[in-house]
């Protein structure tokens, strides 16, 4: 199975710096820029409003009507042309065109527009329909090339072109009034108010992102001083689950060579190989469970090069050491192994100590004449191994806990005799699989994948078992 990398580790404050003041600014500047415009079109609009009222006022003189209708004659009247030189020597106004009902031009303040008639004008159009049209340009654009701009010095730059309607006394438009106008004290109030709004958005948001940094630091501090005490409180955890698991595999040796012992005193003097035989075998199980725990409590990151495992010489190992623990307990036990099995991942002192973990959980939870069977068989590429008996079986309530740790149904189990299986044979990269009714027994099943080409072999502890 491939190692998987490990996670890159994410950094809240970091993360949320970069984040947050990008949207936050983007925020603010789309904020800015829509203010702004708000603002800047609502002056100049309602500037353009006092202009008409102001132009409508002034100009609507049965002289000026009778001028833009025709009636007047040929020629403009005169104090039509007075009321107009009066306007176009008003500041900020720098022309002054005068339309008639025919959308000729009848006065303007630059006498070479008086008398034509320019091309298409839509914002002509619109103040014959009596709409008020305001424009905002620049001469020194595209915008100099309309036909009413024409004349028109480059160096005015901007300007804000508005049309008027001019109505008769009854409400008929009869002409318009189109000026020309550089609202100087206007453009810098805009000016003025558009520097503030986007400082003050740039202020709020630096403020906010400031007061958002504060507490998202905060937050991240204790976030990892909780992290840290969760660690350390889980390396306590960890210690006193490796002294209770140390305890839980040495008690069953520790029986074993007390009743080699006791049955020593009682025997006589010149037979004891066979219980000296049984206390080596009890201590050396001891050591590999030790060495298992110690092997387990490495880190999965740290754990490579785990070798190869012999499937078959761990299971009869493991049976052979409850050999005499089934005969005490009147069991009916039997091993069936496949030949040829292919090696596994792992190793094989920690497969053996899984396997007999597996067999001491099933005599221990067995009554004479219970029939327990430990097989081997190929599965795939790889290998299944498992324990079945058909004894009481697993109350269906508890099933889905029998991996937690310290949960047990036994008076003086500690429950982690399967949570350490499980373990150790996820960590081969396999996984454990258990099934059980009450009165029809239990079956537990361990699938292991065969070992690859490269893996090395574990040849001392194979022959150590052996021999």
Same mark, same amino acid.
């Given at each position: 199975?491939p190692?998987?990398?490990a996670? @890159?580790?994410?950094?809240?404050? @970091?993360?949320?710096?970069?984040?947050?003041?990008?949207?936050?600014?983007?925020?603010?500047?789309?904020?800015?820029?829509?203010?702004?415009?708000?603002?800047? $079109?609502?002056?100049? +609009?309602r $500037?353009?409003?006092?202009?008409?009222?102001?132009?409508?006022?002034?100009?609507?003189?049965?002289?000026?009507?009778?001028t833009?209708?025709?009636?007047?004659? =040929?020629?403009?009247h005169?104090?039509?042309?007075?009321?107009m030189?009066?306007?176009?020597?008003?500041?900020?106004?720098?022309?002054?065109?005068?339309?008639?009902?025919?959308?000729?031009?009848?006065?303007?303040?630059?006498?070479?527009?008086?008398?034509?008639?320019?091309g298409?004008?839509? =914002?002509?159009?619109?103040?014959?329909?009596?709409?008020?049209?305001?424009?905002?340009?620049?001469?020194?654009?595209?915008?100099?090339?309309?036909?009413?701009?024409?004349?028109?010095?480059?160096?005015?730059?901007?300007?804000? *072109?508005?049309?008027? &309607?001019? !109505?008769?006394?009854? %409400?008929?438009v009869?002409?318009a009034?189109?000026?020309?106008?550089?609202? !100087? *004290?206007?453009?810098?109030?805009?000016?003025?108010?558009?520097?503030?709004?986007?400082?003050?958005?740039?202020?709020?948001?630096?403020?906010?992102?400031?007061?958002?940094? +504060?507490?998202?630091?905060?937050? $991240? !501090?204790?976030l990892?001083?909780?992290?840290?005490?969760?660690? *350390?409180?889980?390396?306590?955890?960890?210690? %006193?689950?490796?002294?209770?698991?140390?305890?839980h595999?040495?008690?069953?040796?520790?029986?074993?060579?007390r009743?080699?012992a006791?049955?020593?005193? /009682?025997?006589?003097?010149? $037979?004891l190989?066979?219980?000296?035989?049984?206390?080596?075998?009890?201590?050396?199980?001891?050591e590999? +469970?030790?060495?298992?725990?110690? @092997?387990?409590?490495?880190?999965?990151?740290i754990?490579? %090069?785990?070798?190869?495992?012999?499937?078959?010489?761990?299971?009869?190992?493991a049976?052979?050491?409850?050999?005499?623990?089934f005969?005490?307990?009147e069991?009916?036990?039997?091993?069936d192994?496949?030949?040829?099995?292919p090696?596994?991942?792992?190793t094989?002192?920690?497969?053996?100590?899984?396997?007999?973990?597996?067999?001491?959980?099933?005599?221990?939870?067995?009554?004479?004449?219970?029939?327990?069977?430990?097989?081997?068989?190929r599965h795939?590429?790889?290998?299944?191994?498992?324990?079945?008996?058909?004894?009481?079986?697993?109350?269906?309530? /508890?099933?889905?806990?029998?991996?937690?740790?310290y949960?047990?149904s036994?008076?003086?189990?500690?429950?982690?005799?399967?949570?350490?299986?499980?373990?150790?044979?996820e960590?081969?990269?396999?996984?454990?699989?258990?099934?059980s009714? &009450?009165?029809? %027994?239990?079956?537990?099943r361990?699938?292991l994948?065969?070992?690859?080409p490269?893996?090395?072999?574990?040849v001392?502890?194979?022959?150590r078992?052996?021999a």
């Amino acid at each position: 199975m491939p190692a998987q990398s490990a996670p @890159r580790t994410f950094s809240l404050l @970091r993360a949320f710096s970069l984040w947050s003041l990008g949207l936050i600014i983007l925020l603010a500047a789309c904020a800015a820029w829509a203010m702004s415009r708000f603002v800047t $079109d609502r002056m100049l +609009w309602r $500037d353009a409003t006092l202009t008409a009222e102001f132009m409508q006022s002034v100009i609507v003189t049965p002289e000026v009507v009778a001028t833009l209708t025709g009636e007047a004659g =040929e020629g403009p009247h005169a104090v039509f042309v007075q009321q107009m030189n009066d306007i176009g020597v008003m500041p900020d106004v720098i022309r002054a065109n005068v339309y008639n009902g025919r959308g000729r031009i009848a006065w303007s303040s630059d006498k070479r527009m008086v008398g034509q008639t320019p091309g298409d004008n839509d =914002e002509l159009e619109e103040a014959m329909r009596g709409k008020l049209v305001m424009h905002r340009g620049r001469t020194d654009g595209s915008d100099h090339e309309k036909p009413e701009h024409r004349f028109l010095a480059r160096s005015v730059g901007e300007f804000v *072109e508005t049309y008027v &309607p001019v !109505r008769d006394p009854v %409400g008929k438009v009869v002409g318009a009034v189109e000026l020309y106008r550089i609202p !100087r *004290e206007l453009f810098d109030t805009l000016r003025t108010g558009r520097v503030m709004i986007w400082g003050s958005a740039l202020a709020a948001a630096l403020v906010l992102f400031g007061a958002l940094f +504060w507490i998202v630091r905060t937050g $991240d !501090r204790t976030l990892r001083w909780q992290h840290q005490r969760l660690l *350390e409180t889980g390396r306590l955890a960890a210690v %006193g689950e490796l002294a209770a698991s140390v305890a839980h595999g040495i008690r069953n040796p520790l029986a074993s060579i007390r009743s080699s012992a006791e049955l020593a005193l /009682d025997a006589d003097p010149h $037979d004891l190989t066979r219980s000296a035989h049984d206390i080596i075998a009890s201590v050396d199980r001891a050591e590999r +469970w030790v060495s298992d725990l110690l @092997r387990c409590a490495v880190p999965p990151e740290i754990a490579v %090069g785990i070798g190869s495992a012999d499937p078959s010489l761990a299971a009869t190992t493991a049976f052979e050491e409850y050999i005499e623990e089934f005969r005490r307990r009147e069991l009916d036990a039997h091993l069936d192994i496949e030949s040829g099995l292919p090696r596994v991942t792992g190793t094989t002192d920690t497969l053996t100590q899984v396997i007999a973990s597996l067999l001491a959980n099933a005599a221990e939870a067995s009554k004479p004449g219970v029939r327990i069977l430990l097989a081997a068989r190929r599965h795939g590429p790889g290998v299944l191994v498992s324990v079945q008996d058909n004894g009481a079986g697993i109350p269906r309530e /508890d099933l889905h806990r029998v991996f937690e740790p310290y949960f047990t149904s036994k008076a003086r189990g500690l429950g982690l005799g399967l949570p350490l299986a499980r373990a150790s044979v996820e960590r081969m990269g396999g996984h454990i699989m258990i099934d059980s009714a &009450p009165a029809r %027994g239990t079956i537990v099943r361990i699938a292991l994948p065969a070992a690859a080409p490269t893996a090395s072999v574990d040849v001392l502890a194979d022959a150590r078992q052996a021999a």
